[in-house]
């Protein structure tokens, strides 16, 4: 991905009258808000809760057809979702109790 970067450039004497010194003044663009925060889905439906439990239940869950009703894939999806959603709030342990949902479901 290019970002896209505008470079403006500035001529200043030194202190030596004969010497100049060229300096560049870097602008980035402002940083836009994060894509995940205004998704909203219809494909699946997991109850209140669930990502707070131990993953061995989480997967069970999620690999219900009344919360994933398009399959596995779905689930797995979604548990990815929640913890890109979550960002640095997330904890280290709920991180990887999430990542072991995760490899639960997709075997």
């Known amino acids: 991905m290019f970002i896209e970067i505008q470079r403006q450039m500035e001529i200043r004497p030194s202190s030596q009258a004969d010497d100049y010194h060229v300096t560049m003044a870097v602008k980035k663009r402002p940083k836009k808000k994060n894509w995940v925060a205004g998704v909203a889905t ?4 997991p109850p209140e809760g669930t990502f707070t439990k131990p993953a061995m239940e989480m997967a069970k869950i999620m690999a219900r057809k ?8 779905s689930a797995i999806r979604m548990v990815q979702y929640f913890i890109n959603r ?7 342990e ?14």
Do not use: C, F, H, W
């Not at 219809?42 to 439906?45: F, G, L, R």
């Not at 009344?66 to 894939?73: C, E, M, N, T």
């Open 94 to 107: 709920r991180r990887m109790e999430l990542e072991k949902a995760k490899r639960i479901l997709q075997k």
């Open 42 to 45: 219809v494909s699946t439906y």
């Open 86 to 92: 979550s960002g640095k709030n997330l904890s280290p």
């Open 66 to 73: 009344d919360v994933s009703p398009l399959g596995i894939g």
